[in-house]
């Protein structure tokens, strides 16, 4: 299952929203009503890290102003106002074929 | 405290080999499948191999594929990744990542600082 992202840079004014957008080359919907889908985000220098799992479930001690949306083959990340340190790289993962694919990431950076 | 700590990265001449190893320790690694994720050099993630409890159901990436094998030692609480025919192309900084649970390999919630691998 392929994944692309986009856009692939995303300039934004703090404060403001974000949003990015990922789209599978097959429904990631399962017959058991959940997408499988992930985001990650990973900080310069650092590790990444789980945000959302299941499309729109956000994993623990993530901020709510991050929030996942979408079924089928289009996804969303928004981040609602966009602070400092969320500059980095998000990448949408499919977990619903048995070998895991990443979408190409998209740079968040602040204008 | 909950982490994996990896090791074994190094540089290897072509066609040569590396073992990677990975600890886990706060919780149970028999409780969670384990994956290997790739980042080449300024580039994106790549999912390399995964397999769960036990060593069940390995799988691997068509790049790694029939190169490459990820085993457990669960009493070790450790995973280890043998890398074998190893090519330029796979120079990357390799991260074991922990799955949810047992039962679902998704949302992989704790990852490794990454060990790094140059193949030169």
């Known amino acids: 299952i392929a994944m692309t992202q986009s856009p692939r840079s995303l300039p934004v004014t703090p404060g403001e929203p974000a949003s990015i957008s990922c789209r599978s080359s097959?429904?990631?919907?399962?017959?058991?009503?959940?997408?499988?889908l992930d985001w990650y985000f990973q900080k310069p220098g650092q590790s990444p890290q789980l945000l959302i799992y299941l499309g729109s479930n956000r994993a623990s001690g993530v901020p709510d102003r991050f929030s996942g949306s979408g079924s089928g083959t289009y996804f969303t990340l928004k981040i609602s106002r966009v602070e400092p340190e969320d500059v980095g790289v998000y990448y949408c993962?499919?977990?619903?074929?048995?070998?895991?694919?990443f979408g190409q990431g998209t740079e968040l950076e602040i204008k | 405290e909950v982490q994996l700590v990896e090791s074994g990265g190094g540089l290897v001449q072509p066609g040569g080999s590396l073992r990677l190893s990975c600890v886990g320790s706060?919780?149970?690694?028999?409780?969670?499948?384990i994956h290997w994720v790739r980042q080449p050099p300024g580039k994106g993630l790549v999912w390399v191999s995964r397999?769960?409890?036990?060593?069940?159901?390995?799988a691997y990436a068509q790049p790694a594929r029939g190169r490459f094998t990820i085993s457990r030692d669960d009493a070790k609480n450790t995973v280890y990744l043998q890398m074998d025919s190893l090519r330029v192309d796979d120079t990357a900084v390799y991260y074991c990542?922990?799955?949810?649970?047992?039962?679902?390999?998704?949302?992989?919630?704790?990852w490794g600082q990454g060990t790094t691998v140059t193949v030169s």
């Open positions: 397999n769960n409890g036990f060593g069940m159901n390995p």
């Open positions: 993962m499919q977990t619903l074929e048995t070998f895991y694919t």
């Open positions: 097959y429904s990631l919907l399962h017959s058991d009503g959940y997408n499988y």
């Open positions: 706060g919780f149970t690694l028999s409780d969670h499948w």
């Open positions: 990542v922990r799955g949810r649970d047992f039962e679902n390999a998704y949302a992989m919630d704790v």
